[in-house]
């Protein structure tokens, strides 16, 4: 069974600092992996994906994340924060190929960004 | 392409009741997934469809729920004899066609049984 650790329920940083939020996956076959953010009282976009090619990963907004086997990470991390980040972000995992059993989802990162 | 939409975006009924939330993919999306998310949480998987048919269902889907995608195109999600436990927001997702591993959410639906 897939299982998806997101470390640190809320992070805090200064605008123009960076932002990291972690994400950590366990899965017996290599699987595909996303980042989603969610703004209050509405749906996810999807940020950004990994789906077996290049490691790292760029997305919209400036957000990109790598994915590391040895580790089983799939860490997210923007260069300099905007104050429109601030939301809830949300990795998950799928078998490859999309997965019979739609996604698994981690427990969530609340972003909040500092003036 | 208007995406995912689901309605309503707000109900609030009364312990015991049905209700139905009815959600329209995006035109030719020929998967569609239904999660459900409690306050705190991140969406976990309830069931998904390929077309018409119903291909898999969590064991959160439990007997009170069901859905249909009647001709492949709209989906509904029915709750019977409503719970408090059922409180949270429903998500619509779909994607293309089966090779397809992105998928669009729409905004979803909140129940909250009083």
């Known amino acids: 069974a897939q299982s998806v650790t997101q470390l640190g329920s809320h992070v805090s940083v200064s605008e123009g600092a960076l932002v990291l939020l972690r994400c950590n996956y366990s899965s017996s076959v290599p699987p595909y992996l996303f980042w989603y953010v969610q703004y209050p009282n509405q749906g996810l976009q999807l940020l950004l994906k990994?789906?077996?090619?290049?490691?790292l990963v760029k997305g919209i907004n400036d957000f990109e994340a790598e994915f590391k086997k040895s580790e089983t990470s799939f860490h997210l991390t923007k260069p300099s924060a905007h104050m429109s980040d601030a939301a809830e972000y949300f990795c998950a995992v799928s078998e490859p190929g999309g997965g019979a059993d739609g996604l698994t989802f981690g427990k969530g990162t609340h972003l909040i960004i500092q003036p | 392409d208007t995406g995912v939409s689901q309605d309503p975006r707000h109900k609030i009924t009364k312990r015991g009741q049905n209700v139905t939330f009815r959600c329209d993919p995006i035109?030719?999306?020929?998967?569609l997934y239904w999660y459900r998310q409690t306050l705190g949480q991140g969406p976990e998987f309830l069931t998904y469809f390929q077309n018409e048919a119903q291909l898999e269902k969590s064991r959160l889907l439990s007997d009170r729920f069901s859905a249909e995608r009647p001709k492949g195109s709209f989906s509904t999600l029915e709750i019977q004899r409503t719970e408090q436990g059922d409180s949270a927001m429903y998500l619509c997702?779909?994607?293309?066609?089966?090779?397809?591993?992105?998928?669009?959410f729409g905004p979803g639906t909140r129940l909250t049984v009083t």
């Open positions: 990994y789906t077996s090619a290049a490691t």
């Open positions: 997702a779909s994607t293309p066609d089966w090779s397809s591993y992105e998928q669009y």
């Open positions: 035109s030719e999306h020929n998967r």
